[in-house]
Every structure is written in C-alpha cells, then in structure tokens.
C-alpha cells in the first residue's frame, strides 16, 4: 500500500506541475526516487522534483487491539487488525535556475494546500481498500533538516516535507477459522442429577 499511495501522490502532483508549469504532453516534472546513489552520485535527475519517504512511523491513535471477525463461506475467520502508517515525505526541486527550483515547490506546497485530502469521489486513481488520506504540512527545525539531508547523503534542494496519514497494511493471513456459533444450550448447574 505504501508504493501505492506514492505512486497516487506523484500521480496527481504531476497532473498539477502539467497545467501549472505548462508542460508538454508527456513531459514528467515529478519523480518518486532517492536522492543518492550508493556510489555518491545524485540520484535525482535535473530539472526534476523528487519525492523521497524518509520516515515511517505508527499511528497509534487509532490503533485497534482487537482481531477481526468475519464470516466467509460459512466459516468464522479471525485476523490481526490493520497497521496504520503516517508516512513522512520530502519533495526536492534540482533545477540548475534557482528561481525555477523555488516555483516548483510552491507549486507542490499550493497543490496540497488545494487538495489536503484525498479520497475516492476526489482522486478516482486511489487505490482500492483506501477511504481516505489527509496530507498534511511537516515542519523541520533546521536541526532536522541538517541531519535528515545528512542521512540522505545529499546537497541541500529548496524542499518542503509533509506527513501522508493513515496508510493501512493489511497481510490476508487468517489466524484461526471453524464454524459459527448457531446455539447455545444452557444447562442448570443447580438442578441434581439422579
């Protein structure tokens, strides 16, 4: 789910940067990748926005303890609960004209601005299982920022970070199934057998 909701978010950012840009047919502004080769060099393309996931972390608040129960088939079927995810995104413009490099991220900063949640009736790309994400402005100190460009072993770009919540993951795996309860027979404890 989460190469998913990436793909949607790049997706729907690339169809904004078309008209806002005034792009070509098929000329792509916006790419999902990291920002450094293991070998040093850049990873992010010129005249490109990249988007990189640099954090993962649980959403707790809505976290349920108890195991699914449904019925298929005839048969009771008992599943772990889903893991809610906040994914923590960074956009980065590499465009050789720094003015260009700082209107794209205004333009990412104006899309999510424009359209903070995402759900089926508003982005018909969603994937399915999905009912709603809420994209949501990230601050960095520039304490977070130094060390978050350090860990990703890059130059600093004009960026802007946000939070994408929740992405839900859900394995298929059925703990336990057997057949419903159709009664119940009680039985009086007090009566005396004879």
């Given at each position: 789910?989460?190469?998913?909701?990436?793909?949607?978010?790049?997706?729907?950012l690339?169809?904004?940067?078309?008209?806002?840009?005034?792009?070509?047919?098929g000329?792509?502004?916006?790419?999902a990748?990291?920002?450094?080769?293991?070998?040093?060099?850049s990873?992010?393309?010129?005249?490109r926005?990249?988007?990189?996931?640099?954090?993962?972390?649980?959403?707790?608040?809505?976290?349920?303890?108890n195991?699914?129960?449904?019925?298929?088939?005839?048969?009771?079927?008992?599943?772990?609960?889903?893991?809610?995810?906040?994914?923590?995104?960074?956009?980065?413009?590499?465009?050789?004209?720094?003015?260009?490099?700082?209107?794209?991220?205004?333009?990412?900063?104006?899309?999510?601005?424009?359209?903070?949640?995402?759900?089926?009736?508003?982005?018909?790309?969603?994937?399915?299982?999905?009912?709603?994400?809420?994209?949501?402005?990230?601050?960095?100190?520039?304490?977070?920022?130094?060390?978050?460009?350090?860990?990703?072993?890059?130059?600093?770009?004009?960026?802007?970070?946000?939070?994408?919540?929740?992405?839900?993951?859900?394995?298929?795996?059925?703990?336990?199934?057997?057949?419903?309860?159709?009664?119940?027979?009680?039985?009086?404890?007090?009566?005396?057998?004879?």
């Open positions: 789910m989460v190469s998913q909701v990436i793909e949607l978010l790049v997706s729907e690339q169809d904004h940067l078309r008209v806002r840009g005034r792009l070509e047919p000329e792509e502004r916006i790419l990748t990291r920002f450094q080769n293991p070998d040093g060099t990873a992010l393309p010129n005249d926005v990249g988007l990189c996931l640099f954090n993962v972390d649980e959403e707790r608040i809505m976290k349920t303890q195991r699914i129960v449904s019925l298929v088939d005839g048969q009771v079927s008992y599943t772990q609960p889903e893991v809610r995810l906040n994914l923590y995104l960074l956009f980065a413009a590499n465009f050789g004209v720094y003015q260009t490099a700082l209107q794209h991220i205004e333009w990412v900063v104006a899309f999510f601005q424009a359209k903070r949640v995402f759900t089926p009736a508003n982005s018909p790309r969603m994937p399915a299982g999905l009912d709603e994400l809420a994209v949501d402005l990230y601050s960095l100190t520039l304490e977070q920022q130094n060390y978050l460009w350090s860990i990703l072993g890059a130059k600093y770009l004009p960026s802007v970070a946000y939070q994408v919540r929740p992405v839900l993951v859900q394995d298929d795996k059925i703990d336990a199934n057997g057949a419903p309860v159709l009664e119940i027979q009680l039985r009086d404890s007090s009566a005396r057998r004879t």
